[in-house]
């Protein structure tokens, strides 16, 4: 299992950004979250097999690349602490 944490920066809220995750999300069997920051971006946090994550990573950025102007990724170690993948507020 890997963990990351990503951070998104652009237009990048009130566009669907959060539910493509999520939608992404499931079908790659990723756990974790996501949710808009107060300085306009969004950050998730994601947990998977290495494939997985990486196939979740390329779709999101994909799909939302129009929107995208900077993407920060980092590693950490996997916790195994969630369920399913979801919206935060």
Do not use: C, H
Request: no cysteine; charged share 35%.
């Amino acid at each position: 299992m890997k963990r990351v944490r990503a951070y998104y920066s652009g237009d990048v809220q009130g566009v669907g950004f959060r539910f493509t995750a999520v939608d992404v999300a499931r079908r790659y069997g990723i756990k974790g979250w996501v949710r808009n920051t107060p300085d306009g971006g969004v950050e998730l946090t994601a947990e998977a097999k290495e494939p997985a994550l990486d196939s979740f990573l390329k779709e999101i950025k994909s799909a939302m690349s129009r929107y995208i102007r900077e993407e920060k990724i980092s590693s950490e170690p996997s916790t195994g602490e969630f369920r399913d993948f979801q919206i935060r507020f």
